[in-house]
């Protein structure tokens, strides 16, 4: 790219942000971008400093936050250190639904917040809120993460997104104005495409000759796939970033594979945002310190490094909705240690999934589903895609789909590894399907159990 494109790239770019107000968003993100390398004393220093801030805010003007803290007896000048947010009871998706008038702090009026949803496979759908500058520093850790593929603000990115919610009804047939000539953004709604919406995000892709892709990885899956099938090249790209589900081993290569250019996950939620990142060492998630709080809970207890946690997160930045320890239902480890990289942001690895993902072994105790899926399509005959499900413990049903058919071997394959993981006294009833839909919020589950804890 010359020197010329760039600039005027740049220009465009920060017209834009100027225009909508989110200049301040340019000055987070060049203090976030100096805060990942600070010693990490640093880092906790400043991290204990937004917590306390929070923790007295949320108890002067939340009704919720003064009533909890006072039946824990553990008013704001209680804390003295990370380990006492333990005191404190989680913060579910109930208790939102419960008390979310009372959650809204009353420094800040309705207007001066962002009204967003958060959908959910079985629950009901949790309303939430989020205040301005809050906004505006997540969108800056968003930049900083792209920027650890080396994604710059003008760079071209394509971003492949499923989930329905994202996109008003102009973005569902195709990339709007803005994002594609002034953002920068290519965007492609690949929830439920068809061969002919993909032949023609293919050449919309082509004719935009993005540097950086951004996806689920399931619908990245889906367009990857489909120009691999019809013999259609696909460029090398300088970068690739997958969120928002499970970044499968195999996913990951044929991303490498395809657009020759490396792949990091990025973790996060619509409740909070943003929480960690991979760099291209691939050594762990940076943990979002700045704006985050994270713990890694097992029966109420903090885990040790390496073990599976409950991933819970005190968001340092939503001062209009404040949420303390809030428990995404997501499984996640904490990791010791420093990357190579040089940044100073501890280390945590997610991709671990859902409780739901969790299948119920015969005992009772909960395992990771995926390691099922992942055996299965990884070792055996070529498969379609799947989808397997555990509705009570003994009790397994797998959806394969019928490209290629499904075969005497392949059942035999399914049935001998998930005995394998499970044990012999289960049945599994293998159905041939012709396809999988998504589930409402866009991702595609490999794996999900139907148990209730
Ligand atoms: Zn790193």
């Not at 593929?149 to 709007?176: E, I, N």
Request: aromatic share 10%; hydrophobic share 35%; charged share 25%.
């Amino acid at each position: 790219m010359s020197f010329y494109s760039t600039l005027l790239q740049e220009t465009a770019h920060r017209a834009i942000l100027m225009r909508e107000g989110k200049q301040k968003a340019m000055a987070e993100l060049r203090f976030l971008e100096k805060s990942q390398y600070w010693p990490q004393q640093h880092l906790l220093d400043y991290q204990w400093q937004r917590l306390s801030a929070l923790l007295t805010h949320a108890y002067e003007t939340t009704t919720y936050y003064r009533r909890v803290m006072d039946e824990c007896g553990m008013p704001p000048t209680a804390f003295k250190s990370f380990e006492d947010l333990e005191r404190l009871p989680l913060l579910t998706r109930d208790a939102i639904n419960d008390n979310r008038e009372k959650i809204i702090s009353s420094r800040f009026s309705k207007d001066e917040l962002v009204e967003f949803g958060s959908g959910g496979t079985t629950q009901r759908r949790l309303m939430l809120y989020r205040d301005k500058p809050g906004s505006t520093i997540k969108m800056a850790m968003q930049w900083r993460f792209e920027g650890f593929m080396g994604q710059r603000m003008a760079d071209k990115m394509s971003v492949f997104w499923p989930p329905h919610v994202d996109f008003g009804h102009a973005h569902a047939r195709r990339t709007d104005f803005k994002d594609r000539y002034l953002l920068r953004n290519q965007l492609f709604y690949t929830g439920g495409a068809t061969a002919e919406t993909l032949r023609r995000f293919y050449d919309e892709f082509m004719a935009f000759k993005p540097s950086y892709l951004k996806c689920f990885p399931s619908g990245l899956v889906a367009f990857t796939e489909f120009a691999l099938d019809n013999k259609l090249p696909l460029p090398q790209v300088k970068g690739i970033m997958s969120t928002g589900e499970m970044l499968l081993p195999d996913m990951r290569t044929l991303f490498e594979e395809s657009y020759q250019a490396p792949v990091i996950d990025m973790y996060g939620s619509r409740e909070v945002g943003n929480t960690s990142c991979e760099c291209l060492k691939h050594e762990g998630h940076h943990i979002a310190q700045e704006i985050a709080v994270v713990e890694f809970i097992k029966d109420g207890r903090p885990v040790g490094t390496d073990e599976d946690g409950e991933i819970i997160v005190t968001d340092l930045a939503n001062y209009g909705f404040p949420m303390i320890r809030y428990q995404l239902g997501d499984m996640g480890r904490p990791k010791d240690g420093t990357c190579s990289c040089g940044r100073t942001l501890k280390l945590m690895s997610a991709g671990i999934g859902r409780l739901s993902d969790r299948y119920v072994a015969l005992d009772g105790s909960r395992h990771s589903g995926l390691v099922i899926a992942v055996q299965v399509t990884e070792t055996g005959p070529p498969m379609g895609k799947m989808q397997i499900i555990q509705k009570t413990v003994t009790d397994w049903h797998v959806k394969v789909v019928d490209d290629p058919p499904v075969t005497q071997e392949m059942r035999e394959h399914i049935t001998r590894c998930i005995k394998q993981f499970v044990g012999e006294a289960i049945s599994v009833t293998i159905e041939e399907v012709s396809e999988i839909p998504p589930e409402k919020s866009g991702k595609l589950r490999f794996f999900k159990c139907e148990i209730e804890d």
